[in-house]
């Protein structure tokens, strides 16, 4: 038996540090379920093949979520006559598969940042920001999403590395899931963060 001294990981203090620059540029932090709704994910067209379904669930939360996205859309959802602006973000866990894996799925920590009323210009202002908090540089690319705004999307890259997007939610999004304001998304992997930074 080995006594030692317990330490905080480098990815816990990474992580904490991010929470409180985002706290300070008041943001809210939440969490939401690992699992979403068969429904929530026909809304943002997941295929079922790519879907990573719960055996014998006991309510209609049966799908591990694919990414922050969807639950930061049921959140906006839910508090949609609340007072605005209302900027929040979330770090959690992802699921994905991979055949790899021993379990058949990879699991992923990412942090989603939401801002309503907001535009692509207003989300990059934090993203500049947070990057340059962290001392990383990035690059913005062309790319689509689904539930997104063509023309108002970047990827966000550091080397060759695709960590994250950064965009406007589509108005028929923003119709499908009841909101009433302009929504802009910054989704970050942060393992891939994780490992530039170590």
Known sequence: KVATVGQESFESKLI????????????????????????????????????????ESKTEYKILR????????????????????????EIGKIFSLDRKKETGIKEQTNLIIALSPANFT??????????????????????????????RIGKITFGNKEIGYIGEVHPQT?????LKMPLAIIEINLDEVFEELK
Request: charged share 30%; net charge negative; hydrophobic share 35%.
């Open 122 to 151: 207003q989300a990059k202002q934090h993203l500049v920001y947070l990057f340059k908090i962290l001392n990383l540089d990035y690059q913005l690319e062309k790319t689509t999403k689904y539930g997104l705004i063509d023309g």
């Open 66 to 89: 694919p990414d922050l996205l969807i639950p930061t859309l049921r959140i906006f959802s839910e508090n949609k006559d609340n007072e605005y602006p209302q900027n929040i973000f």
């Open 174 to 178: 923003l119709h499908d899931w009841n």
């Open 16 to 55: 904490k540090k991010i929470s409180e620059i985002l706290v300070g540029l008041g943001f809210l932090e939440f969490s939401s379920y690992h699992l979403i709704k068969e429904d929530e994910a026909k809304k943002m067209k997941l295929k079922s093949d790519k879907t990573i379904e719960v055996e």
